[in-house]
């Protein structure tokens, strides 16, 4: 019995397993995969084309995408096309990242995200705003005008891996 | 039938007739030669060496001219030291073609590997990617990897419009010439050239506007990469999210095949959009080819402007109503005593409509009235066209006459094939007023003013007085094994196209040309179904205001007689009760008691009848929208209120009353219209690289309907006499109503795209008329009739007929017939 009650007075002791959440979170792993964002360049263009592949790729049918086209005037991201509508449907998605392999741009990542709750469907489609990232600091929004011939890319110039 | 060779193609017996290539003998046996260059429709040019194969040829001893044979008795063969290139080769007896080897596969290997060079691999933006030959063949036969440096790649301004409708990537383009080909070999619109040499190779326009083509977007389905796309269809999908429905086009009488691309989109609430117009390959109608009218223009059936819902007139004013409601007010209206029903129906409608539209007018003792300004369809159904003819066939011993018709503006698929047939051999007479595009292949031309059609034809009958150049032509009718008239609408109205039909017909019977296939009489109708529409009994009306101003009732389907004509708006208005079913809010719409809103093509199922009389049926392309419903129904529901038994639920059951009732339509119906056969070349979604992004034939070839002759009926084609109108003569201008193509009528006018291609708004006159009447180039003029009055410009034309101005049909004048006008400088100063 001694025994037993020492085991748990050390227990008692010892730092607890279990965390506050939400008031605090437990970091993820690095490969974790959890709610998409669409990423931006350091210049604040986007880097989803709207090539749709994500769509395409997507086991879940959970993705879809309109394209539209850039101009100088108004642009969303380098090169021709943009998407104009990016939608994902969060209970459909099975969260397998094959969007992400798909992207020829690097733009949709599986992010550190996994605080998914809806009461209703139609919560449960993410619009491009919600899944676009904040520009960074000091850096304007898209649509953005652009000068021409600045941007006339839409995939970047592509590089064999380095490792 | 020609001489058939055999040949072994990868240990397969092929037999094909002589003068065949290797590659499309290949592709008969169904063994893939990779091409770019080569296209089935094209002269064979070799210039993407795709398509080197390994090929032999039997040995012949040099004296005595036999096959050599080797130890075990087989014939000798001889393969060349390289490799050739099978889209240039021909067969020949007993010729041997290896495809696979290691030679070949390292060829082809290599050459793709060369031309991705200079493509930037934008795959992911690229409208092509994803039907795109140059991305499946690299898959299929081409390198993993390359050997050149990246940054090499030639980089240039990625969009270079060619013109407004159709936008070239000068990085993606792969320099086949395929572009350049059909513009220069198939359409004879020479507007695209290459520049430059090698690497730099570009393709450009020399035209002005850019790209001056009505066949310009068929350039985008032979591209073999995403170097053209047209600004219609620009990022507006990728190709494998888009659905395939079979639909037939409405734009003209061809009744070209097409299948129509959807996809779901936002704006449309999740519900399916059209995306884009593709051609449908029907080799007895449009081959792989449409029109760019055709091909854009679709957006009417998402207009903002579309009916959707009926609507009644309350104290004057159109208020919305119940379907019940306007129902119970036709009802009431045709249930009254001694009403003088009269149905006015447009060309637009299916077969299923103006059927039930004839016969509830027939119950009523009504008055069928085709709103058309060309008579004869009774002609075409007698000896028109015979059953089982296809224009792609005719060639050597054949005649074809045009008369009266701007074919290339009125049905340009027509013209093309016409064209095609004089390649083939066949003898062109064209008969006109004005020199047109089609002239240029005649081998005779006769010139007549306006108002002697029937005239020129005369002189087909007795051919002692005529002038030599005409003595040629009446010749070669004579002649001629197999003859085809064609009689369109250029500067007569109704009254004169009655005369043009029945001399038209008398040379055809004159010459025995009914009857037989590859003979007969085409109407190139206004309309994609008027032919339907004679068929189904409707006729046009010589006194159309008289008969609307004395209905008691009068239904109107698909016309707006009082847009076109003041007259006529008139005329509406002293009918006592006005029923309109229509797409949008016409001007006769607004004259109605009642308004049905219809459903567009698009959006309901239905059959036409082209002008070659081939019954063809169309398919349900998007859901139906809330509101309007198709006109069969309508009408169909209507003559059930009055207890008739006609079918209102599909158009199915429509077209087997329809072929009960009508002679020509009895082997017709939905299931017979879909039947399809073998066509040559193959064309389809897996033979992409060989024929293009056409879509294959699935859904149907249609029906050649047998003309009366055919059927061996006695023909009842009244007196046949080659007179013309008699000639009025009035005070002013003579004012000519001609066609074009892309006029400003209520079906093109959502397509915005086309808005820089429509028919100048102008009366165009001979540099003497205009002379005459003190008028200058471009200059803006009052011009007026008893009825109107309005303000248009002049255009100056040297090519045109003396003392008569011609304007182009909706327009914006209402000239349906030619008119004499009064012409008056606006004074200066003015409207500045």
């Known amino acids: 019995m001694l025994k037993g009650l020492f085991t748990t007075l050390k227990m008692a002791l010892e730092k607890p397993v279990t965390i506050q959440y939400p008031e605090h979170k437990r970091p993820v792993s690095t490969r974790f995969k959890g709610r998409h964002t669409l990423k931006r360049y350091d210049n604040g263009l986007e880097k989803c084309i709207g090539c749709s592949l994500c769509s395409a790729a997507c086991p879940a049918d959970a993705i879809f995408v309109e394209a539209a086209e850039n101009s100088d005037e108004v642009r969303y991201s380098p090169g021709e096309r943009y998407a104009s509508t990016y939608e994902i449907n969060m209970i459909r998605c099975i969260f397998c990242g094959y969007c992400q392999d798909a992207c020829p741009t690097e733009a949709i990542v599986l992010g550190d995200q996994y605080e998914l709750s809806f009461r209703d469907r139609f919560t449960s489609i993410y619009t491009k705003e919600a899944l676009l990232e904040a520009v960074p600091d000091g850096v304007q929004t898209t649509p953005q005008k652009t000068l021409p011939n600045q941007f006339n890319r839409s995939v970047p110039v592509m590089e064999n891996p380095k490792d | ?832």
């Not at chain 2, 590659?23 to 002269?43: N, Q, T």
């Not at chain 2, 929208?625 to 006609?646: F, V």
């Not at chain 2, 389809?684 to 293009?692: E, F, H, I, L, P």
């Not at chain 2, 066609?739 to 100048?760: E, K, N, S, V």
Request: with cysteine; net charge negative.
């Open chain 2, 1 to 832: 039938m020609a001489e058939r060779i055999s040949l072994l193609i990868d240990n397969q017996t092929v037999s094909v007739p002589i003068g065949t290539l290797v590659v499309d003998a290949a592709k008969l046996v169904g063994i893939d030669i990779p091409v770019f260059c080569h296209h089935p429709k094209m002269e064979p040019v070799g210039m993407c060496r795709l398509c080197l194969v390994e090929i032999g040829r039997p040995v012949r001893d040099r004296t005595s001219g036999e096959l050599v044979k080797d130890e075990t008795g087989a014939v000798k063969v001889a393969f060349s030291g390289k490799l050739e290139t099978s889209c240039t080769t021909q067969v020949s007896e007993g010729m041997v073609v290896k495809t696979t080897t290691p030679e070949v596969s390292e060829a082809r290997n290599s050459m793709l590997e060369f031309l991705l060079t200079s493509h930037p691999l934008d795959c992911p933006i690229c409208d092509k990617g994803g039907e795109c030959p140059l991305q499946n063949l690299t898959l299929r036969y081409g390198p993993g990897i390359s050997q050149f440096p990246y940054d090499d790649k030639k980089h240039l301004a990625k969009e270079l419009p060619l013109g407004e409708l159709i936008i070239l990537d000068r990085e993606r383009c792969i320099q086949c010439g395929r572009c350049v080909r059909f513009q220069h070999e198939i359409v004879d619109d020479p507007v695209l050239q290459f520049r430059a040499r090698g690497r730099s190779m570009e393709i450009q326009t020399n035209s002005d506007p850019g790209f001056d083509s009505i066949f310009s977007g068929n350039t985008t389905d032979v591209c073999p990469v995403g170097a053209l796309t047209t600004v219609d269809f620009r990022f507006g999908a990728r190709p494998w999210e888009l659905r395939q429905v079979a639909s037939i086009c409405t734009q003209c009488p061809v009744g070209c095949n097409i299948t129509i691309n959807l996809r779901r989109e936002v704006k449309s609430g999740g519900g399916a959009t059209i995306k884009r117009i593709m051609p449908r390959q029907n080799e007895q109608v449009n081959e792989i080819w449409i029109c760019d009218k055709g091909r854009l223009g679709h957006h009417f059936v998402e207009s903002e402007r579309r009916l959707t819902q009926p609507l009644i007139r309350k104290d004057g004013e159109l208020v919305p109503a119940s379907w019940e409601e306007a129902y119970q007010l036709v009802e009431d209206q045709l249930r009254a005593e001694n009403t003088r029903l009269v149905t006015l129906a447009g060309g637009r409608l299916a077969n299923e409509d103006l059927f039930n539209l004839f016969q509830l007018t027939d119950s009523k003792r009504g008055k069928p009235v085709l709103y058309s300004q060309m008579a004869g369809g009774d002609l075409t159904a007698q000896i028109g066209l015979s059953a089982g003819s296809n224009l792609g066939e005719m060639g050597k011993g054949s005649v074809i006459l045009v008369i009266a018709s701007d074919l290339h503006q009125e049905a340009p698929i027509w013209w093309l094939r016409v064209k095609q047939a004089v390649k083939r051999g066949a003898t062109l007479i064209v008969a006109g007023a004005r020199p047109t595009r089609l002239e240029k292949y005649a081998t005779h031309v006769l010139r007549y003013k306006y108002g002697e059609e029937a005239a020129v034809l005369a002189a087909f009958s007795h051919s002692s007085d005529v002038n030599n150049e005409n003595r040629a032509a009446v010749e070669a009718l004579s002649a001629a094994e197999d003859g085809v008239i064609f009689y369109g609408s250029d500067g007569l109205g109704l009254t004169g196209s009655e005369h043009l039909a029945k001399a038209c017909a008398r040379l055809i019977v004159d010459h025995k040309f009914y009857g037989r296939k590859n003979n007969g009489l085409i109407a190139v109708w206004d309309a994609a179904n008027t032919q339907g529409a004679w068929d189904m009994g409707f006729r046009p009306d010589r006194n159309l205001k008289g008969t609307l101003r004395e209905a008691d009732l009068l239904l109107v389907a698909a016309a707006d007689p009082a847009g076109d004509d003041p007259a006529f708006a008139k005329a509406v208005q002293e009918a006592d009760f006005v029923v309109v079913f229509e797409l949008f809010m016409t001007a006769t719409a607004q004259l109605a008691d009642v308004v049905f809103p219809v459903l567009a093509q698009p959006e309901r199922e239905g059959s036409f009848t082209s002008g070659e009389r081939r019954a063809q049926r169309f398919n349900r392309v998007i859901e139906r929208r809330d509101g309007p419903r198709p006109d069969y129904e309508i009408s169909g529901h209507i003559a059930r209120l009055m207890g008739l038994n006609l079918e209102e639920k599909s158009p199915v059951l429509v077209m087997n009353q329809i072929a009960s009732k009508v002679p020509a339509y009895s082997e017709v119906s939905y299931t017979t219209m879909s039947a399809v056969s073998p066509q040559w070349p193959i064309i389809g979604r897996a033979d992409m690289y060989y024929g293009g992004t056409s879509y294959d034939n699935k859904e149907g070839l249609g029906v050649s309907l047998p003309s009366a002759a055919d059927r061996g009926e006695e023909l009842s084609l009244g007196a046949l006499i080659f007179t013309d109108s008699p000639a009025e003569t009035s005070a002013g201008l003579r004012l000519i109503p001609v066609t074009a193509l892309y006029d400003r009528g209520q079906m093109l006018q959502d397509t915005i795209q086309l808005a820089l291609r429509l028919a100048p708004q102008a009366l165009l006159m001979h540099p003497v008329t205009a002379a005459v009447y003190g008028v200058q180039d471009g200059e803006m003029v009052q011009v007026s009739t008893s009825q109107w009055e309005m303000e248009y410009s002049i255009l100056v034309n040297d090519s045109l007929p003396e003392d008569v101005a011609l304007v182009t049909r909706s327009n914006g004048l209402p000239v349906q017939a030619p008119i004499f006008v009064q012409i008056q400088r606006q004074r200066k100063g003015e409207g500045d």
